[in-house]
């Protein structure tokens, strides 16, 4: 596990998948068709339980602050801060790999409680992160 510090927000538009995790792909080919192609995109990933299920949401980065209104679609902020991650390399060779990374992340003392769970892919990799509760000034 490493530590990560995120300088700044970054606000993230997404489509949420209709189940966990069998609805992850079409959320992203949904994503993708809104948008307009992938090139040179920033794509995250973003989970959370809530009431016995796992809420997921396939996210791209936005450009500027106007571009989720014409796509309909809802924003994310992944807040500055600190992070503890773990990096999954060519996840798509073993995407349970995802799964394992976020189960040891979760056994990390000082999480933020109400922090998402946030995948960052970058190439053929993917950066699992969960964000730390921010020190008291």
Known sequence: MESYHQPQDL???????????EG??????????LIGGSSNREFFGLSKPD????VYRAGVLRLNPEEATPYGLETYIMERGNYI?????????????????FQQLLHTHQLDPVAWCIERYIGNDVICMVKLRDKPE
């Open 85 to 101: 991650t773990l990096t999954v390399y060519n996840f798509m060779d073993n995407i349970q790999a995802i799964g394992s990374a």
């Open 51 to 54: 009431r016995g299920t796992i």
């Open 24 to 33: 992850i792909e079409a959320a992203f080919k949904k994503l993708e068709r």
């Open 11 to 21: 606000h993230i538009m997404y489509v949420t998948a209709d189940s966990f995790p």
